[in-house]
């Protein structure tokens, strides 16, 4: 097991009054407060329900899944189920992808809650069939790509598909609601704590809520508040990378040995230029390219749908920005380019990479001419080469010259690039291996925490804080 980032912490003693769901200082008090509902607080709330705990309070910002519309700002990564509720529901089944839990618990033990968390998903409605298990293919692949200058690293999925994902969610919150209070469309603007120990919540209307422990759970959409609490409790926390790219699109068919062999093909490539770790990220097969606001920002991302198909596939190619002294705010450094991109696109910019490589931009025109077919409307065409510093597109190129050896075509005149993509990930929180803060029975879960990037490993840790909340009730 790592230890990087793991705060040590003895035993701890069970909560000041642990049986209790009655009145403090005028206050109703609950057994566990989970502040957000995504993956990793639904799934605490599965296992603490699961186990018979009763009075547990989950308050989100968003809306309730029944009233969530995708075509609304904030809407898209707030409300019942969190950032991922219109996504296709990739759950990624390979301990070494989204997250970080491994710096926790050891490999098997992982292996065993991610088991666990799955269960819970195929228990809601979740497809069996998975694709990418180890097979000749990919082993082929794995050939392939070392010999093409990248590392194929083989990751085994369970693709739920955006039009089931929203009913798994649905289901979730049906089983929850019977004995979980649920609070909506409520935002907690501070974390209460007294004398080291959590006391509860304090809501945007000045209103306490007390708990024995509170569970903080709020996602990339939460990184911002998360470090402004860590710095008003003075509790540690250190930046995690930036990843900034673009999503590139093209015929399905140029990527069809790929896909048809990995689904989700994680490629890693060290640049030739500035030796950069540049990576694929979230390869959607025949889906389609789509718009991420979060905090005013305009982003693009992707999913695809199980039964309906486009004739392209689309992935983005990513470049990690560790930044040194005196620099560490790698946050702000990512909404500072995809603001850029916004400013002179209006939005998403699209072009061709020919136009790119020609040192042109994108006209409508020029896109109509293009035999990738966009399945994002709305992208504006124009010039990533005014938003994107050199260094990113250097190393975006050279992956997909390297990416052609292995997908012929990729590195072609008519590949789509959007941009910019950037995922922005949560300062990281000094943590015990049990997801506990410095804070007594104050519990950080999920990609807020900076500890997970994905469904399953969110879900995974949502569980792993339950557990020890239910030692100690
Ligand atoms: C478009 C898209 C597609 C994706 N596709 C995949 C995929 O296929 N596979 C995969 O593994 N991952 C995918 N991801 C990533 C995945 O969605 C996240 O890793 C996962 O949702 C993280 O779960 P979480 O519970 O930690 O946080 P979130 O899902 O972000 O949920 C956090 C919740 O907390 C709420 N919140 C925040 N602050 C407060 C506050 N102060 N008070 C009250 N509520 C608050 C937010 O409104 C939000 O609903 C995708 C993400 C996006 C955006």
Redesign the pocket.
């Known amino acids: 097991m790592a230890n990087q980032g793991v705060l040590k912490r003895g035993p701890l003693s069970p909560p000041s009054n642990p049986g209790s769901s009655n009145q403090e200082e005028g206050v109703s008090k609950h057994r566990v407060i989970i502040?957000?509902?995504?993956?990793?607080?639904i799934f605490a709330a599965l296992k603490l329900k699961g186990a018979g705990l009763r009075h547990i309070l989950i308050?989100?910002?968003?809306e309730d899944i029944e009233r969530r519309r995708r075509d609304t700002g904030r809407d898209?990564?707030?409300?019942w189920?969190?950032?991922?509720a219109?996504?296709?529901?990739?759950?990624?089944l390979s301990p070494e992808i989204?997250g970080f839990l491994e710096d926790f618990i050891s490999r098997d033990e992982l292996k065993n809650l991610l088991i666990e968390a799955d269960g819970l998903y195929l228990h809601y409605g979740a497809p069996k069939k998975t694709f990418g298990s180890p097979s000749e293919k990919t082993e082929t692949l794995t050939y392939l790509a070392r010999q093409a200058g990248m590392e194929f690293i083989p990751t085994e999925i369970r693709h739920v598909g955006t039009e089931n994902w929203a009913k798994i969610l649905k289901k979730m919150r049906e089983d929850l609601g019977k004995e979980v209070t649920v609070r909506t469309k409520?935002?907690?603007?501070h974390l209460w704590v007294n004398k080291g120990a959590v006391r509860g919540v304090e809501l945007e209307d000045g209103q306490k809520l007390a708990a024995d422990c509170v569970i903080v759970?709020?996602?990339?959409?939460?990184a911002d508040?998360v470090k402004r609490e860590m710095e008003r409790l003075g509790l540690s926390s250190s930046p995690n990378p930036v990843d900034i790219g673009v999503r590139i699109e093209s015929p399905a068919v140029i990527l069809k040995d790929l896909t048809d062999t990995a689904y989700e093909s994680k490629l890693i490539y060290y640049s030739k230029t500035f030796d950069d770790r540049v990576r694929t990220f979230?390869m959607n097969p025949y889906g389609e390219v789509?718009i991420?606001e979060s905090n005013g920002i305009v982003t693009v991302?992707g999913?695809s749908y199980a039964n309906r198909k486009t004739e392209n596939t689309n992935f983005a190619i990513l470049v990690s920005s560790n930044f040194t002294e005196p620099f560490d705010d790698p946050i702000n450094y990512g909404g500072v380019i995809a603001r850029l991109a916004n400013l002179l696109g209006r939005g998403v910019i699209i072009q061709r990479l020919g136009d790119l490589m020609e040192g042109r931009r994108s006209t409508p025109e020029r896109i109509t001419r293009c035999i990738t077919r966009p399945t994002l409307s709305s992208a504006t065409p124009g010039d990533l080469s005014f938003v994107l510093p050199y260094r990113y597109l250097k190393d975006i190129m050279e992956m997909l010259e390297a990416m052609d050896k292995i997908a012929p075509g990729i590195f072609s005149h008519h590949t789509l690039l959007y941009g910019v993509e950037v995922k922005f990930y949560s300062n990281r929180i000094s943590l015990s291996p049990t997801l506990e803060s410095q804070v007594k029975n104050l519990f950080f879960?999920?990609?807020?925490a900076g500890i997970?990037?994905?469904?399953?490993q969110?879900s995974a840790s949502g569980i792993l804080a339950a557990r020890e909340i239910l030692k100690r009730v």
């Open positions: 502040v957000g509902a995504g993956p990793a607080g308050i989100e910002q968003g898209i990564l707030c409300g189920g969190g950032a991922g219109f996504s296709d529901g990739k759950l990624t989204g409520t935002r907690v603007e759970s709020p996602g990339r959409f939460g508040w979230c789509v991420e991302n999913h879960i999920g990609d807020g997970t990037r994905g469904l399953l969110a």
